[in-house]
Every structure is written in C-alpha cells, then in structure tokens.
C-alpha cells in the first residue's frame, strides 16, 4: 500500500523493529512480541535476536568441548529450549524440520570446535541462535494472522572477514537491501530476520561482535530509509542508571544521539554502542521499550532535544583492562607513542581510553568481539611492548562514566563527583575530551556501591 501525494506516489512510512533475547525467551515472550508487530502497521521489518541462553550455549560449543557427554547435554538444552516454544505452536510440523536439521548443524560444528575450535567457526556455530529462533518467531505470527516471512539477513548485511567483530560494508549492504529486500516490502508482509549476523563476499558466515543485533536492525533501518527503529528489550527504556543497581534509577523519556550514545559506549547495556550510528547518519527516530509492558512507553532518542540537563545519567562497565606503559625515554621526546600505537594496530588491538604523564601511558583496551570477558593483550604484542618499555597490565576493574552535556564548561561539576568520592580510589581519570562525558576507573567490588553513591548526590 501507498500513498499519494500531488500526484506522486510516496511509499507508507516503515519501521525497523529489534527484539532481544529476552523479548523471544519462550512462547508467551515471542507471543508478546508477535502483538507489538501485529498492532504496528509500519512495522515491516523485525529483526530479533536468539533465544535467552542460546548464544551463551553456543559459545561454550564454539570454544571447544572435548567431552562427549558434557557437548551432548549442552545440546540437550540448546533442542529443550526451542522443543518448548514448538510444543505451544498450533501447526509445529511447518518449523520443525528446519529446527531439527539447524541443531543438526550446531552438533557437526561443535564436533569440529572439540577438535580444533577458531574465530570463523564460532562465528558459524553462534549465528545458528538468530537462524533458529527466526522459525519460530515467523510461525507465531502466522499462527495470529499476519503475513510474515522469514528471510536470512546474511544476503543483505555484507561484512569483511573479522570474525567476532566483523565491519559491515555501508554501501554494498543498501545495494543488496534495494534488489533483494526492498521489492518484499511492497505488500503487506512481515519480514522476519536475524540480527547479530552476517556474511562476507565470499558467502561465509560472520557476526558483528556481543550485542550487534541492534547495529544489525540500525544498519538495516538506514538502508532502507525507515521512518523509526524500535529497540524492544526487557526494560521501558532508559534510566538515569541500571535499574538493578539503584531502585531509585528514574526512566529518561527523551535524549539526545549524542548523550544516548555515550551512555552506550560507557556500558549502558540496553543499546549497543554502534547503534546509534547509522541512524545519526539518517536521522532516524530511535525508540527503546519494554516488550513485557509496551504499556509504560519508553524513551525516544533524537537529534535534538529541548533542554538537555547538566548530568543525563551514570553508565558502568566492567572487564576492564588497564595497561600501563612506562619508559624514561619518554621524557621530553618524541616517537614514543607512535611506536606504541604501531604495535597496537599490527596487532588489531582497539584503545577505549588513554592518559598520559611525562615516563609513562595508561590505556584500556576495548572489548569489541564475539567471546565476552575482559580483553588482553596477545602475547606477541606483550613481548613487543616489553621491548619497548615496562608493561603492567591489570583486570578486575570497572569503568564509572557520567554523562551529561558541556561538563567541561559546567563549574564545579568535578567536585560535585569527587567530593563524594572521598572512601574510595578512582584511577585514570578522564575529562575534557568531550564535553558530555567524566569517566573513571575503580576497582570491581566497589563499582556498584560508587554507582550508588554517585547517583544519590546528583539525580536523587
């Protein structure tokens, strides 16, 4: 269907909608979901993620399990949790084959993972969550009356071969959504597709990194020029901190690209960090809400907004890897960090955020791929390092962002944080880089209480 205006034929408005793991846990999540889409005309296009659990499942197969029978009951779990959202399905035989024959697949690979496990074959294995869970999905919708098909992502969302964390090619990704997704958006059916995955030129299969279902369904929502894109996940949208951390968090109805994405780079959980950047490209509305109670609304993330405040909200991440540099040669010369970043880039290693001093450099390294945890340094790169300088390299820390807007030009905002900081020991500093962030290390069984305290003082 389509509108005209003056005599022009204009397209009807279409929205990309995400639901994550825990929006598509089991039948009555996926039921719930199905609703939202069903009762949003414009809502054309769903990516969704796998099922809770899955991916850590998959993971676990991906690194490499030598024992038969502790494969086997991972894979026991892995067919109870889809068996389940199939014995609630009035017509199981349409999903069943394909969901047999995927688990199939997720034991042959997990076989070759036991043997010889490597980064393209945990991104084949852990791509089977999205590839199982899209079945499912399509046939609840089906079964409540829409119109809906399933239709695999990994023809359209081209990437280069780093598997785990995988750059997707902008222009070839719009390319591919113009002949092959965009003709199937004319009528009145339901794409159903997977978020998180994709495939390189030469049709093998990679992943965006933890959390890319929502870079997936923002890439997809700008190459096919989508009015809005919902984010549906398990909470109604974005609070001045991690509800689980302080009860007294308080939902943020409004906020803008550029705060909501320092929020999501500093940890903020609820949207992945990339996200946000296609739609600043396009412009596109981002909505982020609960799928367990689309009831309470949400938050809108927008260009502008009216009245942004000083302080928006706390974020905090943990798995840190601080590594501190030190080397007299430093001193008054130059070349030093050139030579540190050379090494960092030969070995493709990402730098989230960096102080320095006159002997020495402390840097965090940025967690970006498939496999969780906190990230290290390869032992190639230690040894290179060392010949360079002392290095020192610590875990068990935790990032404290604040953010908010013109902090370096707000008097008093760093004392407004610090003073209340006097019992414990933050480390590596950062502020004045951008003007909508403050952020801090400290030491993970402190971080919470830090969060707690912070949150207290400037939003309570």
Request: hydrophobic letters at 40%; a negative charge; aromatic letters at 6%.
């Amino acid at each position: 269907m389509s509108f005209v205006e003056n005599n022009f034929t204009v397209p009807p408005p279409i929205t990309v909608a995400k639901f994550g793991g825990t929006s598509v846990a089991d039948h009555a999540a996926m039921s719930r979901s199905a609703t939202i889409i069903k009762e949003n005309a414009a809502a054309k296009v769903v990516l969704i993620s796998a099922c809770s659990g899955v991916t850590n499942l998959l993971v676990e197969l991906a690194n490499g399990i030598a024992d038969n029978e502790q494969r086997s009951l991972r894979l026991q779990k892995l067919t109870s949790i889809h068996q389940n959202i199939i014995d609630k399905l009035a017509q199981p035989d349409t999903v069943t084959g394909h969901i047999e024959q995927l688990i199939n697949n997720v034991a042959g690979l997990a076989e070759q993972a036991a043997e010889s496990p490597s980064t393209k074959l945990t991104d084949q294995l852990v791509a089977h969550g999205e590839l199982l869970s899209t079945h499912l999905f399509t046939q609840i919708l089906n079964e409540m009356g829409a119109t809906a098909q399933r239709f695999d992502i990994r023809s359209v969302m081209r990437t280069d071969s780093q598997y785990g964390k995988a750059i997707p090619d902008i222009d070839t990704i719009r390319q591919l959504a113009d002949s092959q997704l965009q003709p199937l958006l004319e009528g009145d059916t339901i794409i159903v597709s997977q978020g998180f995955i994709g495939s390189n030129s030469d049709g093998e299969t990679t992943t965006l990194g933890r959390g890319g279902s929502d870079y997936s369904a923002a890439l997809v929502a700008e190459a096919i020029s989508a009015e809005t894109l919902e984010i549906w996940t398990d909470v109604p949208g974005m609070y001045t901190t991690d509800p689980r951390i302080t009860a007294n968090a308080k939902p943020i109805s409004e906020i803008s690209f550029s705060e909501a994405s320092e929020m999501a780079n500093f940890g903020a959980k609820i949207l992945h960090p990339s996200t946000l950047l296609p739609a600043v490209r396009q412009q596109i509305p981002v909505f982020i809400g609960s799928s367990k109670a689309p009831e309470q609304g949400g938050t809108w993330i927008r260009q502008q907004v009216s009245e942004p405040p000083k302080f928006r909200a706390l974020a905090l991440r943990c798995n840190q890897t601080l590594v501190t540099l030190t080397s007299l040669n430093m001193f008054h010369a130059y070349g030093f960090l050139s030579e540190v970043f050379r090494i960092l880039a030969e070995h493709k290693i990402s730098v989230d955020l960096i102080t320095t001093s006159e002997v020495s450099v402390s840097l965090t390294l940025d967690q970006t791929d498939t496999g969780g945890g906190a990230p290290s340094l390869p032992a190639a790169a230690m040894e290179q390092l060392s010949q360079l300088c002392r290095v020192e390299v610590e875990q068990d820390l935790c990032l404290v962002a604040l953010i908010g807007n013109q902090l370096g030009d707000a008097p008093g905002a760093a004392t407004q944080v610090f003073s209340r900081l006097e019992q414990y020991s933050p480390r590596m500093i950062c502020f004045g880089a951008s003007t909508h962030n403050l952020c801090f290390l400290v030491k993970t069984k402190e971080s919470r209480d830090v969060v707690k305290v912070l949150h207290q003082g400037l939003f309570e």
